[in-house]
């Protein structure tokens, strides 16, 4: 079984969770950088996983 890498702070849901979906990190707009350092929110990959739809 593989393991999944853990969350960075800034996902709600593991990648692949059926009513989420891949979206720039909003506090780096992506870049995976934040004030010259690497994305806290993001852990640097400038992704965040974050549920979809709603209602």
């Not at 969770?17 to 990190?25: F, K, L």
């Not at 852990?43 to 996983?49: D, E, M, P, R």
Request: net charge negative.
């Amino acid at each position: 079984m593989a393991q999944q890498p853990p969350l960075n702070p800034g996902d709600e849901a593991e990648p692949g969770t059926p009513g989420s979906g891949e979206d720039v990190c909003p506090a780096c707009d992506g870049s995976g950088n934040n004030e010259g350092a690497r994305c806290e929110v993001c852990g640097g990959t400038g992704k965040v996983v974050q549920g979809i739809g709603g209602g």
